[in-house]
C-alpha cells in the first residue's frame, strides 16, 4: 500500500487542444478514469476536461463540434510525485475535484484521484 | 471515522423519471457528488445517471430532449448502511464505478463514493 502519489498514480489520457468536446467526450467513455489532460502541440498540458464539463456543455445546449479549449479548466490543481496521500486528499477535497494530474520538472507524469486512493491506499479496516 | 457506511453515507439527489437528458445534465453540475437517482412517480428508485452516462449521450449525438431513462443504468448496483467499507470499495473496483445509492427495507437511504471514502474513511498516513 502507498505512501506517496508515485506509489499509486496512474497514467494519465491525454487529449489535442484542436479536438472537439464530441471527440473529448468519445475518448473519456472508453477510459477508466474520467479525466483528461489536454495538450498543445509540443505536448504541454494546458488544462483538464472531466465528464462534470461534457455535462456542462449539454446542460446548457454547446455545440458539441467547439474545440476542447472552449470547455476545459486552465488553472490545473496537480500534484507531484512526492506528495503524501493526505496532502493529495486535502486538496481535492478543498476545490471538490476527484482527480489531479501528477508533474514532475514541469512534465505530466500520470494522475491521482479519489477512485484510485479507495482502491489502493484505503487501509483495510 | 467510520466503520460503516451509515457512518459516512451522504444524501442522494433524485430526478423524476420524466425529466430530460439536459434537465439531468443541469441538475448533475449543481450536485457536489455526481450521481442521481431516478425515481418513478411512487419515488422508487428505477435506475441512476452519472455524468458519464451524459458525456455518452454527447460522444453519439443523443438528442439532450430524450428522457433520462433511456440513457440510465437501470441494473442499481447499491450498499446497505451496515456494509463495510472494504465491501464498499471492493464492489466500486469490480463494476468500476465510482458510487452506488444506499438501501435500506427497498427505500434510497443516501449514497456512497470513493470521493466520500477519500475524503471521511482514508487513515491518516
Ligand atoms: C468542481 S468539480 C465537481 C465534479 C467532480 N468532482 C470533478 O472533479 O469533475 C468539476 C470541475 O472541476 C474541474 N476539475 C476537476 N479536476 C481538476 C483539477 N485537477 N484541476 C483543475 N480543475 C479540475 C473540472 O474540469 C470541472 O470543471
Ligand atoms: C463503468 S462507470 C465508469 C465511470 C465512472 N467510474 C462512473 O462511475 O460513472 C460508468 C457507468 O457506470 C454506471 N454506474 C455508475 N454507478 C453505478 C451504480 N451504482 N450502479 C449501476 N451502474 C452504475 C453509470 O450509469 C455509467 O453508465
Redesign the pocket.
Known sequence: SGRTVADVMEPIPTIPAAKSVREAAQLLITEKW??LAVVDEDGVIT???????IA?ASATASASEIPVTE????????ATPGDSILDVVRK?EL???????VVSDGEVAGMIS?DILAQRTLYRL
Open positions: 474520467s479525466m488544462g483538464v476536461v472531466t465528464s462534470w464539463d456542462r470547455i476545459m479548466t486552465k488553472n490545473v490543481i496537480t481535492l476545490h471538490e475535484i476527484s482527480a489531479m494530474p479519489s
